[in-house]
Every structure is written in C-alpha cells, then in structure tokens.
C-alpha cells in the first residue's frame, strides 16, 4: 500500500518541516554577495547557541563525516597517539578514519549497547600519558546509547589531550555544553536533529584546537580548517557551499529558536520515553538500559526473526524504521525521533509496529499515558525531565 506521506522514522536524514523545504528552494545566489554572506554568517552565530559555545564554528559542504575527517585531518600528526571510545559503528568510524592518517589508535570498547565508564577514560589517560586526542561519540545512534560528555570531559581535566566529539544524531535535540564541559571539538550536520536536508557539516574549534593545527603537517586541502578559518574574516567561504542549505538552516534555526531550546530538549525526552514505554507494552526488547538511553532513537532487538521481512512489511504501510549496523545487522531494528518529530508521530509509529505483531492498543495506550502525563507536569509548571523509563 502506497501512501504520499511517508513516515520517515530512521535516524537520519529526518523529515525537513515544510517551511525550510520552502526556504531552501529560493532561488540561487552569488555565494560571494551580499546575501549569502549574511546568511551564512547569521547561521554560524545562531548556531553557538545550540552548541553552547563562544568558540569558532566553521560549516563544511559534506555529511557529518566530513567534520569528523576534518578534526583528524587538522589535528592529528602521523605516529601520534589517540585514544578513540568504541561502543558502536560510528566510535568505530572514529578508529578508521584516525587509522586512514596514520594516527597510533588505542581503543577502549565498551559493549554496544551500554555507554563508556568516564573512570575507565581517567584510568587509560592515566597509564597512556601520550594520548595527544581522545574521540567520543555523544549519541551512538548505532546502538541508540547516549554517553556522559560531561563525565568524559571530567576525565580529561589532568590530561593534555585534545577532546573531539561527534554530536552528529545529538546536538540540536540534546543538551551539548561545550565550553563547559571542556570540549575542543564538536561534529555535527544539518539532516538530523538540525531539521534540514543532509548537506553541510558543521565543526566548532577551541582555541586549543586552533593552536595545534599550527603544529599539524598532515596534508589535506579541501579540509584545511586553516583556509575556512581565513575565509570566515572576510565572511565568505573558501569553496562553493551548499547555499540552498544554507537557507533551509536558517528557516530550520527560526522554528528551533520559536520553540525554545530547553522545551524541544524536552520533547526529545518525551518522544523516547513514549517508544520506550510502547515496546515494552509490545514486549519487545530494548537494547540499552534506562541510564544510557538516547532522546534521539531507541534500538530494538525482536524476538523474531527476519527484521528485514519485518522492515519492508512496515515500511509498506507508510513507516520506516532503520535496521541494524555493523555487528547489530539482522539483530535489531531502530527508531529515530530527533528533529521534526511529534508525540502523534510516536503513536503513528507505535501503532504500525503493533498492527504489524497481530496487536490492539496496548503500545499506543502506554505512549499516551506518557504523552498525558507529560503535559500535565507542563501545565503544572514543570519543565519534563523524563520518566524512569
């Protein structure tokens, strides 16, 4: 069965609301003029407010994994020791592109699934005094497990190493302190929770940062930070940028900004605690305990089998989930709720899935408790802070 609207409920790219489609289809511009500088320099600027920063953020024309290329590019020498957190295919991403520039990567894996010890980072920075750069991933959006960046940081405070992180499935839906948290680099991109078609990749740098990519002889080109930083004095940037992105950014930095920032945290939470209460009503086994669950996608390991089956079933009447990646292939399947997602996507969803298992309302009805129980904290007053899940 065909349906015009689809449900597009993977982690990314996201559905972009129908105002940024809008702004992102204006027509063309000199990426030199006027106009586009100011757009440009006005998204850079409101985006350190998500980022919760006062450092440098420079865009890329690229996937998130661009970002993540540049920061190994501009910062990491050859033969120079990293240490790069594994729980999932996107921490393993880390460990290959460091690998692709020669970097000495020592891994500390955690099981998919769980979140990292920040003690076991304190006590390996404690025995490996060379680490020049620790890598994390805040949302690994693989095993739907969001890891402690404050804990982290706190790890690194007697280290000298540089901290890197991928915030691409988080920042913009989770709280992403920055500054405070000591981070010196942050990845992220605009399809996911920035709510706006895949197409540029956004990197902020600390003056730590910034310093050691004086010290870096690393070859690169296309992503010397060194050249964009250059360029953003004169407010331009170094090559032809996604300039359509641009536009859809800026719609997509007016609706987050109109919502607020701690109220869209706030859905993000309720979006995940109503999946979560849902599938347990379905009995259906969730991946990641209550202490490392993401707001942006919830992992699901069935008791049947053949998800792929499953998948294209569900998919067929209108809803797409994602299915597992890496060594999670054919074992789980995964929900994204991050960006333009609402609490009646959450029950749209639930209730495909159980149509799907031969079920009646039980997931919609614990989703909606949820839903309720939510609403009546606002109104009372309350800022949501998630239930025990």
């Not at 620790?134 to 969001?146: C, D, M, P, R």
């Not at 960006?339 to 031969?358: H, K, Q, V, W, Y």
Request: hydrophobic share 45%; aromatic share 8%; net charge negative.
């Amino acid at each position: 069965m065909a349906f015009d609207r689809q449900q597009l409920r993977i982690p990314g790219p996201t559905p972009v609301p129908p105002q940024v489609v809008s702004a992102g289809a204006r027509p063309m511009v000199n990426h030199r003029g006027p106009v586009f500088k100011s757009t440009m320099m006005n998204v850079l600027e409101r985006l350190k407010k998500l980022f919760k920063t006062q450092n440098t953020i420079l865009a890329l024309t690229g996937s998130g994994t661009s970002a993540m290329e540049a920061s190994v590019a501009n910062l990491i020498n050859v033969n120079d020791e990293v240490l790069v957190l594994v729980g999932g295919t996107f921490g393993d991403r880390w460990a290959k592109i460091c690998s692709a520039y020669q970097a000495q990567v020592h891994i500390l894996e955690y099981p998919w699934g769980e979140g990292v010890e920040p003690q076991q980072v304190a006590d390996f920075l404690r025995r490996n005094p060379r680490i020049t750069a620790v890598f994390a991933t805040h949302n690994e959006s693989s095993t739907g497990v969001l890891n402690d960046l404050q804990g982290i940081g706190a790890a690194l405070a007697d280290s000298d190493a540089l901290y890197i992180v991928d915030a691409v499935s988080s920042l913009g839906g989770v709280d992403v302190r920055t500054d405070q948290w000591g981070i010196d680099v942050v990845c992220t991109a605009s399809q996911k929770c920035l709510m706006s078609p895949p197409g540029l990749a956004f990197i902020s740098l600390s003056e730590r940062a910034k310093q050691r990519m004086a010290q870096v002889s690393s070859p690169r080109f296309y992503f010397d930070l060194r050249i964009y930083m250059e360029w953003l004095a004169k407010e331009e940037p170094p090559f032809t940028p996604n300039v359509a992105c641009f536009f859809a950014m800026e719609k997509a930095l007016d609706l987050i900004e109109s919502e607020g920032l701690e109220q869209v945290f706030a859905r993000h939470m309720i979006l995940r605690d109503m999946v979560r209460a849902g599938l347990r009503a379905l009995d259906l086994p969730l991946l990641v305990a209550d202490k490392w669950a993401s707001p942006t996608v919830t992992a699901v390991k069935p008791k049947f089998d053949n998800i792929g089956r499953f998948l294209a079933e569900l998919r067929d009447t209108g809803v797409e989930l994602a299915g597992g990646q890496g060594r999670l292939s054919g074992e789980i399947f995964r929900i994204g709720h991050m960006g333009n997602a609402s609490p009646l996507d959450m029950l749209t969803t639930l209730a495909a899935i159980e149509a799907r298992l031969g079920s009646h309302g039980q997931a919609v009805a614990a989703a909606e408790q949820v839903w309720s129980r939510a609403q009546q904290e606002q109104r009372g007053g309350q800022g949501y802070e998630g239930d025990s899940v």
